[in-house]
């Protein structure tokens, strides 16, 4: 589960550091809605491109792309690793990459039950490696790191 009315439906700072700290100096991709809920998205050296077909405007001043593969492709021209962000949308549009691409999947589990609206898509079906995740992990959270590399020949 991602969310709930817009919002992550718990508190857990530490999740939340954790992912600052991974996020910090990179390529950051998401939705205008996960845009809106994440008010420090701008800080730490990211670089933001947010996806919207909409011409509304957005909170800050920060690269728009109508869709996803246009958000990949610009991000591919900027300096930095390349993280998707959210929601839901560019989750399963980046998961639907696997074998075509290499990706990173950084998940917190979050032990206690919550109800949402908002929903990560399947991902465990993937043949995922696991990498060592660093940092002493608070009660009720487990983070991974999992690792899919592309598939041999691929392009990108």
């Excluded at 991602?2 to 439906?9: F, N, Q, S, T």
């Excluded at 998961?95 to 917190?108: I, P, Q, S, Y």
């Amino acid at each position: 589960m991602l969310g709930r009315d817009g919002a992550l439906p718990w508190r857990h700072p530490e999740d939340l550091a954790r992912l600052d700290a991974l996020t910090a100096g990179g390529v950051c991709i998401l939705g205008r809605r996960t845009h809106e809920a994440w008010r420090s998205v701008d800080r730490h050296g990211r670089q933001t491109i947010v996806i919207s077909g909409s011409s509304l405007p957005l909170r800050a001043a920060v690269l728009r792309a109508a869709t996803f593969p246009a958000a990949i492709a610009a991000a591919e021209q900027l300096p930095g690793e390349i993280f998707i962000c959210g929601g839901q949308r560019p989750y399963a549009e980046a998961l639907a990459l696997a074998g075509r691409r290499h990706l990173r999947l950084h998940l917190t589990l979050v032990a206690s039950e919550h109800s949402g609206d908002v929903f990560f898509p399947p991902w465990d079906h993937l043949p995922w490696r696991p990498l060592p995740t660093p940092g002493a992990l608070p009660p009720g959270l487990t983070f991974l790191t999992l690792d899919l590399p592309a598939s041999p020949g691929s392009v990108r």
